[in-house]
């Protein structure tokens, strides 16, 4: 087998590998790269090989970076079939269908505003463009290997949101294996990562490669605290994050903290048409959910309680905007480079911005919680008065620890590739890898290994 690495190299988004069987070139992701609008789009419109050249895609789960450009590969000729889990077939239909929707209306909200003269920007792809991309999605269950040509492929839980894979492909007497993003034990809603068989290479996320995360009880506590100080204060918490899995997150801590206390009643909003659609496709996939999760669910709705309230139509949402009183918003997009958290006001002193995900390089997310004031948004200049706090114990992504001890774990590893994360990411861990005994290397894009 030959990999080589054109997307999340020593970078974050845009996860997307090429691995040639001999028989058969397989894509493992296809994801939206994320940053600079200009350099987005130029990424995104163009692949480094013909996508009629590619037999499958096979993808890890169903965020943005990993399955969002699939509607321009299907578009530009790719004709073969996308295997995934049956959670991540739902989701991504959702996710999918939501990113062309937005693209639509932030084009046509920047060609509202756009300079004199100056050319309309486009969409990267078109609702029908999804529709022929979703066409291609084939469910495989965890633990069922399936056949592409003279390959196997088995999908395990990575533990990241749901229906997240692992992935190992087994060609020409080699295995490579694929944590896509791995996620972390103890979380309050998953099951944990598991362990997969021996593998000649390894494809590895390195997304937090040089850090440790607060225990998730911590992250907890510090959001009810932070909570109960802004509605104090007398203002607004605003909390941008993932429609899938971060969303579902912070609204089942939220069910916690109001139970036990931890927080004063706030009228709560889920302001995200996608996040609400996603947390039913939670309710319907128990197989990725841990115990503790399915057993609310057969008692209550852990995704929901008193003050909360989910937010569907446009006007709804704009009607926040009016509240005098405190009160929360979760709203999407996680990384604030979309959707309806570009609304909301980040001008009140007596307001609060939380991070609860990772932002990458170059987004608005990452501007606001390095502390860059003004900001743009939709091509106009705002200050940034609100408070901004983070709260890394949220991650669905494993920490430096959490990486190494799940390589530990397993039965034997080859070579090993440090992917998705930015380099200073992908070099540390490839470091500490390499202090326990390990063959670690950072590949850069375009690089080709022999597996």
Known sequence: ??????????????????????????????????????????????????????????????????????????????????????ATRDLVALILRDSAKVQQQDVAFVNKRRAEGAPPTTPLYTADDVEAALDRLVAQPYGRPFALGEATITFFDAGHILGSAVTTIDAGGRRLGFTGDLGRSGTSILRGPETPPAVDVLLMESTYGDRLHPPYAEGERRLGELVGQTVAAGGKTLVPAFAVGRAQDIAYALHRLRDGGGIPAVRTFMDSPMAVDATEIFRAHPECLNDEIRARLEEADPFGFTDLRYVRSVDDSKALNAIDEPFLVIATSGMCESGRILHHHIGDPRSALLIVGFQAANTLGRRLADGVSPVNIFGEPHDVRLRVNTLPSFSAHADRDELLAWVQAMPRVGRIFCVHGEERQSLALAGALAARGFAAEVPTRGQQVTV
Do not use: K, W
């Open 1 to 86: 087998m030959q990999v080589t690495f054109y997307g999340a190299a020593r970078t974050v988004t845009g996860s997307m590998h090429l691995v040639d069987t001999g028989g058969e070139r397989l894509l493992l992701d296809c994801g939206m790269f994320q940053g600079r609008r200009a350099e987005s789009q130029e990424i995104n419109a163009h692949f480094p090989f013909p996508p009629a050249s590619i037999g499958a895609v096979v993808l890890s789960h169903a965020h943005l970076d990993h399955c969002g450009n699939l509607p321009t590969l299907v578009r530009q000729g790719f004709a073969g079939p996308v295997h995934c889990t049956p």
